[in-house]
């Protein structure tokens, strides 16, 4: 398949923030005009959509209405990107109602964010051919005192065409029984090392290539054995580039991302893959020892497949992250317990 890429965004562009899963509520308003704040300061003129302040039946609108908006921004000439305040629960609503074999006639603009976004950014790349952006919500963009790591989203929004960007291991991540910031404008707490692991448990240096596709497990995963979420074919039409695919896990307890893996490799998505990357989990492990772990997990599905599997790295809900474009292509080198990931618009 043929990659397109949206253009940097420039001085003067348009965003637009719709929430084509959960809305924001009146008590979060003011983190939301911080981040809107931001985009300002930064040069970039902001609409807003009327699916957005608001909260219905746990999304912002009614599926009608999310969809429409959504299809409005992603195919109006003057909207440089769309930048969601975050993902939720039922932007899979969404996916019968949105046409992207006309967004596959289009010129592309950036979408960007994770979690329940994966569910729209993945069609959006694998169906029309946009490339799209897997990286910190706008909400998250918001604070005074960004980390290095979440504010290379900027670097990736802003690069010219085929011109390498590489991203290195954070040096510390936020851990699971770190308190959230009390103040909506301040950053994560960062007070754990950050360690990329092979899975294979081998300490010779490892590098892997291929296009970037993926996004967070626990919406994704829903999409296999669909049009959708046609993993399989993907890859084929992504030959001699080759295949890096990358998931994290937001709530799952082990026996559920087991079973949400397993489906996943049932449906194919593992063949021809030059490689795996998994973010940090940020669901809680098991504590018994007679209950399957969080490895374990993984161990029992990835540990036998016929490529790398790299995992812990800065992907997902435990922040920072890394900023990943679906259809990029990637270089990722792990040496140490720390890597870089170099992509190529191209």
């Given at each position: 398949m043929n990659i397109r890429f949206p253009?940097?965004?420039?001085?003067?562009?348009?965003?637009?923030?719709?929430a084509p899963s959960s809305g924001v509520p009146a008590s979060l308003h003011p983190r939301l005009d911080r981040a809107i704040d931001a985009l300002r300061k930064r040069g970039y003129r902001v609409i807003e959509g009327e699916c957005?302040?608001?909260?219905?039946?746990?999304?912002?609108?009614?599926?009608?209405?999310?969809?429409?908006?959504?299809?409005?921004?992603?195919?109006?000439?003057?909207?440089?990107a769309v930048m969601p305040p975050w993902g939720g629960e039922l932007a899979m609503e969404l996916l019968p109602l949105l046409d992207f074999h006309a967004l596959a006639e289009v010129p592309p603009k950036w979408f960007s964010g994770f979690s329940d976004l994966s569910t729209l950014h993945f069609p959006l790349t694998t169906i029309a051919g946009w490339a799209t952006l897997h990286g910190p919500n706008l909400m998250q963009l918001g604070g005074a005192d960004t980390d290095a790591v979440t504010a290379a989203i900027w670097d990736v929004l802003t690069v010219q065409s085929d011109t390498p960007f590489s991203q290195s291991t954070s040096q510390h991540h936020q851990s699971k029984d770190?308190?959230?910031?009390?103040?909506?404008?301040?950053?994560?707490?960062?007070?754990?090392?950050?360690?990329?692991?092979?899975?294979?448990?081998?300490?010779?240096?490892?590098?892997?290539?291929?296009r970037l596709i993926g996004g967070c497990l626990d919406t994704?995963?829903?999409?296999?054995?669909?049009?959708?979420?046609?993993?399989?074919?993907?890859?084929?039409?992504?030959?001699?580039?080759?295949?890096?695919l990358y998931l994290e896990n937001a709530e799952m307890k082990p026996c559920d991302l087991a079973r949400s893996l397993l489906s996943l490799r049932l449906n194919g998505w593992f063949d021809g893959l030059s490689g795996v990357l998994i973010g940090r989990s940020a669901a809680p492990d098991s504590v018994q020892s007679d209950e399957l772990s969080y490895i374990d997990a993984l161990q029992s599905v990835l540990g036998d497949i016929q490529c790398p599997v790299i995992y812990d790295m800065d992907i997902g809900h435990v922040p920072p992250q890394l900023s990943l474009v679906n259809g990029a292509l990637a270089q990722v080198k792990l040496r140490d317990g720390s890597g870089t990931v170099v992509q190529r618009l191209a």
């Open positions: 253009k940097p965004l420039a001085h003067g562009d348009l965003i637009a923030i719709t957005l302040r608001r909260q219905y039946k746990s999304a912002s609108a009614t599926r009608e209405q999310r969809a429409s908006e959504l299809m409005r921004f992603l195919t109006e000439p003057g909207v440089a770190a308190k959230s910031p009390a103040r909506f404008d301040a950053a994560p707490s960062l007070d754990e090392e950050t360690t990329w692991k092979r899975l294979d448990r081998r300490k010779s240096d490892l590098a892997l290539s291929g994704i995963s829903r999409l296999a054995g669909t049009s959708f979420g046609n993993v399989p074919g993907f890859v084929k039409s992504s030959l001699p580039d080759g295949m890096l």
